[in-house]
């Protein structure tokens, strides 16, 4: 499933191409795509806006139209938004998007659970605060924020990752890459960490999305980038699907467990499993009057 870097790698593709282009004419081939709305709906609402930009929250892609209102799209397990122009194919294709130079924007996606939803700008922050927490390459994500968002968990820090209301953006990959950088056992619970551990995961969750991002996302399996190329961050993982492998760090050889029932790799060498901290001795029974 495409995460955080892959979601931003194609942004930054497509956003110049984007830019300023206006939209002729949107052709929705699946309704279950931007369900509930009906596709004659969000066709005739799309058509001929102009596109103001391209973001990113979290793991969905941001499609500013110039009436005021965002086309927030998610691709889910296999979805692609690529431009024509490349070398994807046609196939499993979803919605179309063709665009005043010519050119055609495609979102396509075999497994078909990619969405699209039309919002005012007004609501976005609305619709994304019950369901996405901190945005990790932001200046906001320091480690005390991240020891407020952890205080009390005692998720393990693998599952308490790949919660979006926490940290947005983080998936499965960079979950382990992310852990195996700060040294971090995945079954770890949230609450234990302290100062130094925080710091260290709020560093480590930086890098390796950085490093996610610099690698042109990851292509273990549909992921496509803006163009419609693979990504090549899959040849450079750390430990994810690295199972029976020499830890890159140590002696150790990683490992496969299960973690919230998603595959989930580390070295048991080199990555400490924090305790859960003691709580904290309980006051005495408040006296009858
Ligand atoms: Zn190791």
Redo the contacts with the bound molecule.
């Keep these: 499933m495409p995460e955080l870097p892959e979601v931003e790698t194609v942004c930054r593709q497509l956003e110049p191409e984007l830019e300023g282009r206006r939209i002729e004419r949107l052709e929705v081939d699946d309704p279950r795509w931007c369900r509930p709305m009906p596709p004659a709906e969000l066709e005739a609402a799309v058509a001929g806006r102009t596109i103001e930009g391209l973001g990113r929250r979290g793991k969905y892609l941001l499609l500013g139209l110039d009436d005021e209102r965002t086309l927030v799209m998610h691709l889910r397990m296999t979805g692609n938004l690529v431009l024509s122009t490349c070398s994807a194919s046609e196939r499993h294709l979803r919605a179309r998007f063709v665009l005043d130079d010519g050119r055609e924007l495609w979102f396509t996606d075999p497994r078909r659970f990619g969405e699209a939803l039309l919002l005012d700008d007004a609501q976005l922050d609305a619709h994304f605060a019950p369901r996405l927490g901190v945005e990790p390459l932001s200046d906001e994500f320091t480690p005390e924020l991240l020891g407020e968002i952890a205080a009390g968990r005692t998720a393990p820090l693998k599952s308490f990752l790949l919660a979006q209301k926490g940290v947005a953006g983080v998936g499965n990959i960079y979950a382990d890459e992310a852990l195996?950088r700060a040294r971090l056992h995945p079954l770890s619970p949230a609450g234990s960490m302290k100062p130094e551990h925080l710091e260290a995961l709020r560093d480590a969750v930086v890098a390796a999305l950085e490093a996610g991002i610099d690698g042109g996302g990851a292509s273990i399996d549909d992921y496509r980038d803006g163009r419609g190329e693979k990504g090549r961050m899959q040849d450079e993982f750390l430990v994810h699907t690295r199972e029976g492998e020499p830890?890159?760090?140590?002696?150790?050889t990683?490992e496969r467990i299960v973690v919230s029932g998603r595959s989930t790799y580390f070295?048991?060498?080199?990555?400490v499993r924090l305790r859960r901290r003691s709580r904290r001795r309980r006051r005495p029974a408040r006296r009858s009057p």
């Design positions: 195996f830890c890159p760090r140590c002696d150790g990683v070295c048991p060498a080199c990555q």
